[in-house]
Every structure is written in structure tokens, then in C-alpha cells.
């Protein structure tokens, strides 16, 4: 009988590439596709081919689970990306980039994008100096990220920033170690964003 690994796991390991979904989990050895690069369960070379459908519909799925968000979130931030000026699949990743909760993980405040989500949510965090607890709030040029100022909140920063360090940091935001703090200092293109999707398949999908 196959082990049970989870369904982030499965998700990384039916794709056949690393999602981060498990924060540190994915950099070691114990990560699901490090181990096993099949799909999960069992008979998998009787699997059929999936539809045109099936392959769209996986490319938003892998998208939503990459970035945490539920359905309904997922269908607001496509019809705002559908209002804007240019590329439709390329403004929804990039609205998407610029979550609180995402860019907290991509400079190492938080191991994942959940544990993101619990240190907003907690109030642990500050934009501008105000305390935002909205994990899906969308930074903006010159927000200016930082934990509550408080001694357990910068422990608990430094010792996540101290653990994964190494990440890469993307060219969209200025990352200051020291202090702890973030600034965005632009928006992020198409280039900056890792998520390994193809959005075109998404616009298809949602466009009908």
C-alpha cells in the first residue's frame, strides 16, 4: 500500500516539480519528490492521458494551491486581472506575487506561505509602520515591511531569516537583514514570479 504523504505533497509529486508548499520541509531529503518523482498511489502507468480540460483546470488548481487561496479569491483577483491594461494571465500572477502572505515567504520572515498567513493574522506584521492583519493584502511600490517591534516578533524573524537563508530574493523588493525589513522597491514581471504554471491555460479555462 502507498504511504500517505499528504496532499501538498501529492500535489508536488503528481506535477513532477517542487511547489514549496512545505516551507524547510522542501529543501531536505524528507521532501515527497526527492523521494518518489511518480505520481502517488498505486497502478499509475494505467492512468489515461488528461483532457484539453483536465490540463487547464490542473494549471489553476496548481496555482491556487501555490499561492493559498480558495476559489472564490481565485475568481475576484481573475476578473480584476481581466480589467486591467495588458497580458491577463501575466497581471493575475503578478496581483498574486504581491500578496502580504507571499512576499513574507520570499524573503524568509516565514517558512511557508501558511506560517505567512498566521504571523499576519496575529498582528505580528506592520506595513508602513501600521499593523496589517490581512494576508492577502496586495503591496504596493514603497511599502515598507517589518515585524511589530517587539522582541518575541524579531526572534521569531530572525531565527526564520537565519534558517533559510540562502533563498533567493527576487529583484522586485530590497531585502534588509539587519533590520529586519522589506521594501518594495517595484512591481514584479513575469520573470520574477517562480510559480511553475502556465498561465495562458488559466486565461482559457476562466475565459469561457
Not at 67 to 75: N, S, T, V, W
Amino acid at each position: 500500500m502507498a504511504r500517505y504523504v499528504g496532499p501538498q505533497c501529492r500535489l508536488c509529486r503528481r506535477e513532477g516539480e517542487k511547489l514549496f508548499l512545505k516551507g524547510i520541509r522542501c529543501d531536505t531529503v524528507k521532501c515527497a519528490i526527492t523521494k518518489r518523482k511518480y505520481p502517488p498511489g498505486q497502478f499509475t502507468w494505467g492512468r489515461g492521458k488528461l483532457s484539453k480540460f483536465g490540463i487547464q483546470f490542473r494549471e489553476k488548481q496548481k496555482t491556487k494551491r501555490f499561492y493559498g487561496i480558495l476559489e472564490r479569491q481565485f475568481r475576484n483577483y481573475y476578473r480584476k486581472a481581466e480589467r486591467q491594461k495588458g497580458n491577463t494571465g501575466e497581471n493575475l500572477l503578478t496581483m498574486l506575487e504581491r500578496r502580504l502572505d507571499n512576499v513574507l515567504c520570499l524573503v524568509s520572515f516565514a517558512a511557508s506561505r501558511k506560517s505567512a498567513r498566521q504571523l499576519i493574522r496575529h498582528g505580528h506584521i506592520t506595513v508602513n509602520n501600521k499593523k496589517v492583519d490581512i494576508a492577502s493584502y496586495i503591496v504596493k511600490i514603497g511599502d515598507i515591511i517589518k515585524p511589530k517591534n517587539t522582541e518575541a516578533n524579531l526572534n521569531i524573524v530572525k531565527a526564520n531569516i537565519e534558517l533559510l537563508k540562502g533563498r533567493n530574493i527576487p529583484a522586485w523588493i530590497e531585502f534588509r537583514a539587519d533590520v529586519p525589513e522589506v521594501v518594495v522597491t517595484q512591481l514584479p514581471t513575469r520573470e520574477d514570479i517562480s510559480v511553475p504554471v502556465q498561465e495562458h491555460l488559466i486565461v482559457e479555462l476562466c475565459s469561457k
